[in-house]
Nanobody, 124 residues
């Protein structure tokens, strides 16, 4: 089973950009679909973006479509979330997750392994 560690969060002004990284341990990373979720204070955790095992299939929440891009480098056991044109409503703890399937998944319950999260704060 992989273990996940996120990095790259921080404080940014509205309109700015951040790139989150999620490093996975283990030699089976390429067999997992990967996803990013976020949880704002007082709200439920929600889906942001997901990518299949090869990186050729992705899907996004409507709220981030056109602004965020998910990608992966299997050789580096890493998945990324490039976040552009950030808005204050993007403020949340962002979590990386792995699902034991090769296809894209969007539901929290379909993910088997979670990282500890990284805080993203967007100021207005």
């Amino acid at each position: 089973q992989v273990q996940l560690v996120e990095s790259g969060g921080g404080l940014v002004q509205a309109g700015g950009s951040l790139r989150l990284s999620c490093a996975a341990s283990g030699r089976t990373f390429s067999t997992y679909a990967m996803g990013w979720f976020r949880q704002a204070s007082g709200k439920e955790r929600e889906f942001v973006a997901a990518i299949n095992w090869s990186g050729y299939s992705t899907t996004y929440a409507d709220s981030v479509k056109g602004r965020f891009t998910i990608s992966r480098e299997n050789a580096k056991n890493t998945v990324y979330l490039q976040m552009n044109r950030l808005k204050p409503e993007d403020t949340a703890v962002y979590y990386c997750a792995a699902a034991r399937t090769r296809v894209v998944r969007t539901s929290l319950s379909e993910y088997d392994v979670w990282g500890q999260g990284t805080q993203v704060t967007v100021s207005s």
